[in-house]
């Protein structure tokens, strides 16, 4: 099998609202006592129980909630079961609407509530980023091969964006879900956060090898692959001799095999 770059496990705990009876509106899952009035473009009106996009949605927060399974897990378990919802793009695109105002109105929900944007807890992002996370496969659902959703990590855009949703406090997550967010939203809900992250906030990711958050200019990536990233030469060496010399070229493969660059 072929080792794909390491793509950290979300295992959130969100506030999971009982879909029974149903909740009047989506985006207020995870909110107590929301005071946010703007839909912020998206159409979130619930479908009936029945219906392929709220049985999606229902699910993917319930197994959201769980520390036992990881995001990618419940998505691919989602995939298969759910056939229809990534078969079809009107199903998605309504998904993906609910799932950005849901993280929006979180995002908002903190910093309205007395969270500075720069003393935001790991906890707080942890509940936005399976959201935003989820928001990059289901946009990207073309990208997935073989029914497999691990596959779309050999994209090196793709996985370069889902590793940057990271609520170490280390890392530049609240400014990247800020921006990710904000290109989604037709209005201006998040443009002082936004504007606020990027005076703060320096862009960083992590090194494959020594796994500390550098910022983003002093990292090299892998000539190979092009999906793994190092601080110094030192860590590429010490990264290609303890398991990358086989994993490296088994992906340059597959990505010149489809095309991918």
Not at 210 to 219: A, G, H, P, S, Y
């Amino acid at each position: 099998m072929i080792s794909l770059p390491v793509i950290e496990s979300t295992k959130p705990q969100l506030t999971f609202i009982s879909s029974s009876p149903v909740p009047k509106d989506w985006s207020l899952w995870g909110i107590e006592n929301p005071k946010i009035q703007c839909n912020h473009g998206c159409n979130t009106n619930i479908p009936q129980r029945d219906h392929p996009v709220y049985k999606f949605v229902d699910s993917f927060i319930e197994a959201a909630t769980s520390k036992s399974v990881s995001l990618t897990v419940s998505l691919q378990t989602l995939l298969t079961t759910m056939p229809q919802v990534w078969k079809e793009k009107t199903l998605r695109n309504e998904i993906v609407r609910i799932f950005i105002s849901i993280a929006t109105n979180q995002m908002m929900h903190e910093y309205q509530y007395g969270s500075l944007l720069s003393q935001f807890s790991t906890n707080s992002l942890s509940q936005i980023i399976p959201f935003t996370k989820a928001i990059i496969l289901i946009e990207n659902q073309d990208l997935i091969q073989d029914d497999d959703i691990l596959t779309i990590f050999y994209h090196p855009k793709i996985t370069a964006k889902y590793k940057n949703f990271n609520d170490d406090p280390n890392a530049s997550g609240r400014r990247d879900i800020l921006k990710f967010l904000s290109r989604r939203i037709s209005c201006s809900c998040l443009k002082d956060m936004h504007r606020q992250a990027r005076l703060t906030i320096t862009k960083t990711r992590r090194c494959e090898y020594c796994m500390e958050f550098k910022e983003r200019d002093e990292l090299m990536l892998c000539g190979g692959c092009r999906l793994l990233e190092y601080c110094s030469i030192e860590c590429q060496a010490a990264d290609w001799k303890r398991d990358h010399t086989k994993s490296c070229a088994q992906l340059a493969d597959h990505q010149h095999k489809h095309q991918i660059r």
